[in-house]
């Protein structure tokens, strides 16, 4: 689960990260309000959940309340668009109004989980203010790492190491250890997937502040942290995504035009590759779950086909906890009730698939009952072009 920038800073303070002083605003009679209360200059910036705001106009600074709150009257209401929204944007509905701080230097802290350890990896890099991925591709030399002990913690030791590693003047080493550690301490305590501070700055009088931040949480921990449910914002997610959460249906939304209804992750990402493999493009990941039942196949039918997009549907499953038959009558109930009118490939093998494949023959729809997940991805890509 993604948050705004404007939440992100609110939990990072409750763990003494240092952050800016800052309201968030829904109109422009708000914002002048806020810049009036924070006093002097300001800068307002829009809340959506993708990077890049800055160079895409949602970011500007004001020195007078009536200028932040001209600005919010633009800026509300506006399609942001940025190398991470795609061309269509995101319609912003929130700011931040925050206090303009004299920076000196500006840095990057980020916490990932490296599955390949089994821990959590503190990232530090004095190229701060840019895409992280930017600097890993140009300069990876300039990207500090420290494994988190989640037992522990990172250690005072780690943070001063990460702190002198980017060039921090001695004064200020100890305030940025201390930030890195509380960030640390939020990361583990909220079982975050990521927390990312960029930029990191120093000012010119030798302090540290989280100028923007970036969490995203685990949703597979989220019943152990209710009041993050609140913080959630379905404006910024994709509806069909939503939606599909709503009958416990694994749905991300994609670019190409073959929609995948496949149960169980490992056996989509597959599916994905192979339909690439074959050369086509997917239109999505969806993943009905090793249980579903042949109510749940017909909504991850009806949000598929709701994407404009979908030229032709892969339909592959392994029937061990779902059986091939009850797929096979979820699928013929979604093709006779939402009047299906694109190509559809069937590839099933498990519990029951002689019964599966029969109930598709005699359905009177024309499916494509394909023999291996090769020649499932072959037929899907011709008929989707």
């Known amino acids: 689960m993604k948050i705004h920038e404007y939440q992100a800073k609110g939990i990072l303070a409750q763990y003494n990260v240092p952050v800016p002083r800052g309201e968030v605003v829904f109109s422009a009679d708000e914002a002048e309000t806020a810049a009036k209360s924070i006093g002097g200059s300001v800068v307002v910036k829009a809340q959506i959940h993708a990077g890049g705001r800055g160079k895409g106009g949602g970011v500007k600074i004001a020195k007078t309340p009536a200028e932040a709150a001209e600005i919010a009257r633009k800026m509300l209401g506006m399609r942001l668009v940025t190398h991470q929204t795609g061309p269509e944007g995101r319609i912003v509905q929130r700011l931040l109004v925050e206090e303009t701080l004299p920076i000196e230097r500006e840095l990057y802290l980020g916490i990932v989980l490296d599955r390949a350890q089994g821990k959590p ?52 080493v100890n305030g940025a250890a201390a930030a890195m550690m509380s960030l640390a301490k939020a990361y583990v305590a ?62 991300i939304k994609l670019d190409g035009t073959v929609g995948c209804m496949v149960n169980g992750a490992g056996l989509a990402m597959a599916t994905m590759d192979i339909i690439k493999y074959a050369g086509g493009s997917p239109a999505n990941f969806l993943d009905v779950g090793g249980g579903a039942n042949a109510e749940q196949v017909k909504n991850a039918f009806r949000i598929l086909l709701s994407d404009r997009h979908v030229k ?66 072959e037929k899907v890509v011709r008929l989707a072009a």
């Open 121 to 172: 990896v503190f990232m530090a890099s004095a190229a701060g203010g840019v895409e992280i991925e930017e600097v890993a591709a140009k300069t990876p030399e300039l990207i500090l790492k420290e494994t988190i002990n989640p037992g522990t913690g990172l250690a005072p030791y780690q943070a001063r190491k990460l702190a002198f590693g980017m060039g921090i003047p001695a004064p200020s």
């Open 190 to 251: 909220r079982d975050a997937s990521l927390a990312e501070i960029n930029p990191f700055i120093l000012t010119k009088d030798g302090k540290v502040y989280a100028l923007d931040a970036k969490i995203n949480f685990d949703d597979s921990a989220l019943y152990r942290h209710k009041d993050l449910l609140d913080l959630r914002d379905l404006n910024e997610e994709d509806p069909l995504e939503v939606e599909a959460s709503r009958y416990g249906i694994n749905y």
């Open 312 to 377: 032709a549907v892969l339909i592959n499953i392994f029937g061990g906890i779902l059986r091939c038959d009850t797929l096979a009558t979820g699928v013929v109930a979604a093709a006779r009730d939402l009047n299906i009118q694109v190509p559809i490939v069937v590839r099933m093998e498990g519990t029951n698939v002689e019964l599966g494949r029969q109930i598709l023959r005699e359905s009177g729809f024309n499916f494509t009952v394909a023999d291996g997940m090769r020649d499932a991805a």
